[in-house]
């Protein structure tokens, strides 16, 4: 089992396996609901928020929903973070999804979108994206992302394609 983990404002995955040679066809999405579209974080989704200094979670620390709020497609998207819930320091909302990925696999790739929007910059509201073991610890960081900026106005990043670098998608082939 692998685990993929989100941390900050909105994100939907996918990570999609190829059999065979490169070019096969796709052998299917193993994230589940990643649009998000069941209105839920149904199909294997874990959310909560957590307090960084002292790793404890409790619900209320930060927003963790899926809404009907900013969808890059669909109806739905996933909102983590401080839109809603009431700014609290130190503090972060998390999702994540146990993959497995198949043994016969020759490739596997992670496809997301995202958009950032916040007050602050120079890294308080980072979006992070990690790739973690069923350990928690962590495997690689797919994005760190966080306004240049922090000068308390309002911003936002419009929706941004997986790293913005070519080719499209982050390898999970190595996990």
């Not at 959310?47 to 963790?64: E, R, V």
Request: hydrophobic fraction near 45%; charge should be negative; glycine fraction near 10%.
């Amino acid at each position: 089992m692998k685990r993929s983990v989100a941390y900050a404002i909105a994100a939907a995955a996918a990570i999609v396996a190829a059999m065979g040679a490169f070019g096969a066809p796709r052998a299917g999405e193993l994230v589940q609901n990643g649009g998000f579209e069941t209105g839920s974080f149904s199909g294997g989704w874990v959310d909560g928020a957590g307090q960084l200094s002292s790793g404890q979670t409790n619900p209320a620390w930060a927003d963790h929903m899926v809404a009907l709020d900013l969808p890059f497609s669909g109806s739905y998207s996933a909102l983590i973070g401080f839109k809603y819930a009431q700014i609290r320091g130190n503090r972060f909302g998390f999702i994540y999804q146990d993959v497995a990925i198949p043994a016969n696999v020759s490739r596997a790739d992670l496809f997301f979108k995202l958009r950032q929007q916040g007050w602050d910059g120079n890294f308080y509201d980072p979006f992070r994206m990690q790739i973690r073991n069923t350990s928690n610890a962590v495997l690689a960081t797919v994005i760190d992302y966080s306004f240049a900026e922090a000068n308390h106005l309002f911003k936002d990043s419009g929706w941004l394609d997986d790293n913005n670098a070519v080719p499209v998608g982050y390898s999970m082939t190595a996990y």
